[in-house]
C-alpha cells in the first residue's frame, strides 16, 4: 500500500480473541454431539445391529485410543489432525450409542436430551463466570469418578443389586464438579495460549471434546433416571 510516497505492508491480524474461542469451542461441541446422534438414529433405525457382531466393543476399545491420543499428542499434532480425531470418536460413540436409545422410547431419549441440555448449560455457565478455583473440586470429582467406574464394574460383574437411581444421580454429582472444571480449565487456557493463533485452535477442539465427554455422559445418566423402555 503507497501513501504519501511511503510504503506500508499489510499484516493480516489472525489472533483469537476469547470470545471467538469460546464460540469454537461449542462450535466443535455441538458439531460433535450432533454428529454422534445422528449416527446413533441412523443407525438404530437400520438394520446394522443385527449384523454388528463384536465390532461395538472393538470401537469402545478404539474409542479410549482417541482419547489417550488427544490427550498426549495434542502439543504436538496439528488442528486439523485433532478435529479429524474429534469428529472420529464422535461417529464411534454414535454407533455404540445406537444400542443405548435402541432399549428406550423416542419421547424418553428425547427428554432426557433437553434435560441434559439444561443442565449441561447450567453448569458451563457457572464455570464460566465463578471466581473460585475449581482445579480442586475437578481433581476430586476426577478421582471420584475413576473409583465410580470401578465400582460399576464390580456391580455390573457381581450383580449386586445397587438401587438403580444411586449410580445416576452419584454420576451426575460427578459431572457437575467436571463440567464445571473444564469450563473454567478453557478458559484459563486460553490466557496460556493467547498469542498463538494455531495453539488456540487445537486448544478449542480439545475444550470441545472435554465437554462432549461431559454432556455425553450427562444424557447418560438421565437416560437412565427418566427414561421408559420400549
Same mark, same amino acid.
Given at each position: 500500500?503507497?501513501?504519501?510516497?511511503?510504503t506500508y505492508e499489510y499484516v493480516e491480524d489472525r489472533s483469537m480473541t476469547i470470545q471467538q474461542y469460546i464460540n469454537n469451542?461449542? @462450535?466443535?461441541?455441538?458439531?460433535?454431539?450432533?454428529?454422534?446422534? #445422528?449416527?446413533? %438414529?441412523?443407525?438404530?433405525?437400520? /438394520? %446394522?445391529?443385527? !449384523?454388528?457382531?463384536?465390532?461395538? %466393543?472393538?470401537?469402545?476399545?478404539?474409542? %479410549?485410543? #482417541?482419547?489417550?491420543?488427544?490427550?498426549?499428542?495434542? =502439543?504436538? =499434532?496439528?488442528?486439523?489432525?485433532?478435529?479429524?480425531? !474429534?469428529?472420529?470418536?464422535? $461417529?464411534?460413540?454414535? #454407533?455404540?450409542?445406537?444400542?443405548?436409545?435402541? /432399549?428406550y422410547t423416542s419421547f424418553s431419549v428425547a427428554l432426557a436430551f433437553l434435560v441434559a441440555a439444561i443442565y449441561f448449560g $447450567?453448569? #458451563?455457565? &457457572?464455570?464460566? $463466570?465463578? @471466581?473460585?478455583?475449581?482445579?480442586?473440586?475437578?481433581?476430586?470429582? &476426577?478421582?471420584? &469418578?475413576?473409583?465410580?467406574?470401578?465400582?460399576?464394574?464390580?456391580?455390573?460383574?457381581?450383580?449386586?443389586?445397587?438401587?438403580?437411581?444411586? =449410580?445416576?444421580?452419584?454420576?451426575?454429582?460427578?459431572?457437575?464438579?467436571?463440567?464445571? !472444571?473444564?469450563?473454567?480449565?478453557?478458559?484459563?487456557?486460553?490466557?496460556?495460549?493467547?498469542?498463538?493463533?494455531?495453539?488456540?485452535? @487445537?486448544?478449542?477442539?480439545?475444550?470441545?471434546?472435554?465437554?462432549?465427554?461431559?454432556?455425553v455422559n450427562i444424557f447418560l445418566d438421565i437416560l437412565q433416571l427418566l427414561g421408559d423402555n420400549k
Open positions: 500500500m503507497n501513501i504519501d510516497n511511503k469451542i461449542f @462450535k466443535w461441541m455441538v458439531i460433535g454431539v450432533l454428529t454422534t446422534f #445422528v449416527t446413533a %438414529f441412523a443407525l438404530e433405525k437400520s /438394520s %446394522f445391529m443385527s !449384523y454388528a457382531g463384536m465390532l461395538p %466393543f472393538i470401537l469402545i476399545i478404539f474409542q %479410549f485410543a #482417541v482419547v489417550i491420543g488427544l490427550s498426549r499428542r495434542l =502439543m504436538t =499434532m496439528k488442528p486439523i489432525t485433532a478435529k479429524v480425531l !474429534y469428529m472420529i470418536y464422535s $461417529v464411534i460413540t454414535g #454407533v455404540t450409542f445406537s444400542y443405548v436409545i435402541a /432399549s $447450567v453448569l #458451563v455457565v &457457572l464455570g464460566a $463466570v465463578i @471466581k473460585m478455583d475449581l482445579t480442586r473440586i475437578g481433581t476430586i470429582c &476426577l478421582a471420584g &469418578l475413576f473409583v465410580y467406574i470401578i465400582f460399576s464394574v464390580i456391580v455390573m460383574i457381581f450383580n449386586l443389586g445397587v438401587g438403580t437411581l444411586i =449410580m445416576p444421580l452419584i454420576s451426575l454429582a460427578l459431572f457437575a464438579g467436571i463440567t464445571a !472444571y473444564d469450563m473454567q480449565k478453557s478458559l484459563q487456557l486460553y490466557n496460556y495460549a493467547s498469542s498463538n493463533p494455531e495453539m488456540l485452535e @487445537k486448544l478449542s477442539i480439545y475444550g470441545a471434546f472435554n465437554l462432549y465427554l461431559d454432556f
